[in-house]
């Protein structure tokens, strides 16, 4: 095993600067105490296209809020659409499937101490969700969850920030990335 295989295994992530820099590298357990800007993705999953109107997605359920089905951030040396690719596949895909990701967009998303420079992608799924040890995964139409972002305050920051960014960059969503 190599240097840099040994790392990435071990848990070190790349620091940026707001332009995607890398300027270091920290632990990820250290990362968000420290307020350090670092890499971050964000999956927003749903059944269909987002332009279909009869589209659903897969909101997770965690420790009390919804959110994202898939956030994580890309280990040192491993770009955005690499760890995407990896994260859907552990989640939702067998390994005979192809991953296929659409970028919607990159954004700063720095929120309380924790700065992040983000890329949010894009997964249509249609397979059954299985729950994990601290999530439970619900399939919700679009409208019916913006409404309740409007009511309630337990959806993550993240959630309402990826929503922001789709709307936003709705062109970009029919390209294939």
């Known amino acids: 095993m190599g240097f840099f295989?040994?790392?990435?295994?071990?848990?070190?992530?790349?620091?940026?600067?707001?332009?995607?820099?890398?300027?270091?590298?920290?632990?990820?357990?250290?990362?968000?105490?420290?307020?350090?800007?670092?890499?971050?993705?964000?999956?927003?999953?749903?059944?269909?296209?987002?332009?279909?109107?009869?589209?659903?997605?897969?909101?997770?359920?965690?420790?009390?809020?919804?959110?994202?089905?898939?956030?994580?951030?890309?280990?040192m040396s491993q770009s955005y659409l690499e760890r995407a690719c990896d994260e859907v596949e552990k989640l939702f895909c067998d390994k005979n499937s192809e991953v296929k990701l659409t970028e919607i967009g990159r954004y700063k998303d720095d929120f309380q101490s924790d700065l992040e420079n983000t890329c949010l992608f894009h997964f249509i799924y249609n397979g059954n969700l299985e729950d994990t040890k601290n999530t439970k995964f619900i399939w919700v139409k679009p409208s019916d969850l913006i409404k309740d972002l409007i009511k309630y305050n337990n959806y993550s920051h993240s959630l309402k920030k990826a929503f922001k960014i789709t709307h936003k960059n709705w062109s970009k969503i029919n390209s294939p990335f």
């Open 5 to 75: 295989e040994l790392i990435k295994n071990r848990g070190l992530l790349e620091i940026v600067d707001e332009r995607d820099n890398i300027t270091g590298y920290e632990y990820e357990h250290n990362i968000h105490k420290k307020g350090l800007r670092h890499k971050s993705i964000n999956i927003i999953i749903t059944d269909k296209k987002l332009t279909d109107r009869n589209h659903k997605l897969i909101i997770a359920f965690k420790y009390g809020n919804f959110d994202l089905p898939i956030k994580t951030h890309p280990k």
